[in-house]
């Protein structure tokens, strides 16, 4: 019924810049919390950035003054601007949004996932 695509991740060097995209599709009334995760091997999915419809974002500490989201609710899409990588960042990143039916009933979806990798 619905689906997050993303696009954007990569390899990169340290220092470099990266934009992920993701784009919800299907029997959408409203999304409610859009956001990024990531998942680096052996380690649990931990929260990037998340945004609420009204523009209030919330980073992880570890992103702060690095990472930008953002989103363009007319187009059901979530951006994350990376700049300043750094190898640690390195990972799976997952899109996030929790997204009220037509029906009115409400889910939270996942992307399937785009890798980032930074090189130092």
């Known amino acids: 019924q619905v689906q997050l695509v993303e696009s954007g991740g990569g390899l990169v060097q340290a220092g470099g810049s990266l934009r992920l995209s993701c784009a919800a599709s299907?029997?959408?009334?409203?999304?409610?919390?859009m956001g990024w995760y990531r998942q680096a091997p052996g380690k649990q999915r931990e929260l990037v950035a998340r945004?609420?419809?009204?523009?209030?974002?919330t980073y992880a500490d570890s992103v702060k003054d690095r990472f930008t989201i953002s989103r363009d609710n007319a187009k059901n899409t979530v951006y994350l601007q990376m700049n300043g990588l750094k190898s640690e960042d390195t990972a799976v990143y997952y899109c996030?949004?929790?997204?009220?039916?037509?029906?009115?009933?409400?889910?939270?979806?996942w992307g399937q996932g785009t890798q980032v990798t930074v090189s130092s």
């Open positions: 299907g029997s959408i009334f409203s999304i409610n919390d």
């Open positions: 996030y949004a929790n997204i009220a039916l037509l029906s009115r009933r409400v889910y939270d979806y």
């Open positions: 945004i609420t419809r009204g523009g209030t974002t």
